[in-house]
């Protein structure tokens, strides 16, 4: 999975996918939470008087705020730990989609639809985030399903996150050296897949 | 000998006595409790559910600040949470306790929880005593669980009584709040506090994560549906509608908020007993009273101050808690409570 890792992220174009995707899903697993959200009264501000709540949580896997970081109309309650783990999501989700993608442009014997473990994994993350603190998802979905959701928290972002790293070492282990034979050398590489 | 072990055992005891935390008592309170409680303590123990956060997830306001009514940022139409209290008045905007639930105040010498859970649209207050209350996580009916940081004892705010912990079935002394605009508070109270945003948190308080009252919208559209179980569902009403409720140690009583602003003086019979309910349009509310001597009051013969309805024969009423509240959850906690719709209803 290492070298899957590597190769993904020594590459420009996969890199800067990686990087959009982390980024995208970071912005949506905060906006979820209620981290990030609108109200903002224009202009900017940024304070951070909480430094001392860095680790006081608020729910599984879900940290107080320590600053407040406002441009235009948007407004940041900014956790240090909810960020970095919406972050860690974020990456093993652009990792799950782009090396998925390479997948999908081997030669048919190379892809066993591992990809869409990863892509699946994405979701209960992001349920976890909304089960918390800010039920927005379930608000407008209106559904009276907050107390299972809320029970289930606890396991849905570790179990997210295994997923996630489930659905990359499948990958891997299709795009490594291990099945070069298979694939007929042409592990992570794929222009050579595409030429064929 | 004998006087040097006295001596080592006085010292002993002195400290052990110095060295023992020192135990702090629950909050105040009646048992068996002055309000009905019409499911078992065990019922609502298995009622239970997690709301998402842990405990103290969503964190009390321990250390509240106040501004004048003159430096506040609040728009005329915004809901706030209004105490008047030994002729001290202070308002606490419902966008900020959205967040918090509960502030632990003193207001006129006393110590008071002012609490509002945003899932059943209710606002109570409680005296606390030595100690604080916090939220638990937890919920019932989905409503607010909070819990005593003297004993850990748990009350469901509606219900004012413990229902787990050392003080299981012992009541809470409640305190009349009002649920109302900023507007409406600020005319009847001009030199009201208001609660700051310098709670110690960081929040976005410009933003209800539920929904809004101005206009409402979201989970607080008397048509959108509840998001946790109920012990008990009654479909007379939408479930967010909105009824006006006072509890006796006879039942319930909940008066739509339509019956209590066109008829403005409710006599109704619970369990008995007969209580009357006027109604202030400054602030749109209800002031519940029992009424055993069976006086009539007249609305066109009141007025409203900062103490309340005054008028002839008011002040031989007996005072009630009441209160706003969600139709769904009024009806799951008292499933038989009486509903009083206007005269013309049967």
Redesign the interface.
Known sequence: MRTLVRALLSRPAALAAVVVIMVAYLLLYLWLT?DL?????GGWQAVF??WD?VWQ????F?F?????LALGGL?W??SLLNTLIAASMGLLVGLNVVAGWWLWHRPRQCRPGAGSTGLLGSLPALLAGG??????I??WL??????T???L?PVLLPGAALMLSVGLWRISRHLAPSSASECRGLACNPREGRRR | MTLSLFRGAALSTALFLLSSPPVLAGPPGASPPDVPVAHSLASFREAVRSGGPGKDGIPSIDRPRFLPATEARLDDGEKIIGVYHRGQARAYPQRILVWHEIVNDQLGGDALSITYCPLTGTALGFRRGETELGVSGKLVNSNLVMYDRATDSEWPQILGVAIDGPLAGQGLEELRVFWTTWGAWRARHPGSEVLSEQTGFVRNYRRDPYGSYNPVSGYYAPDSRRLFPVMHRDDRFPPKTEVFGLRGPEGALAITRQALREEGVIDVTLGGWRYTVIHDPGLDTGWAFRNPQGIEIRPSSLDFTAEGAIGPGVDRLEPVNGFEAMWFAWAAFYPDTRLYQGAASP
Do not use: H, K, Y
């Open positions: 209620g959200s609108g109200g903002g009264s008087p909480a709540r949580r608020r729910g599984p879900q107080e705020p320590v600053g407040l407004v309650t900014f089960a918390c603190c800010a039920p927005l379930l608000v209106g559904l009276p399903i907050a107390g959701v809320a029970s928290a």
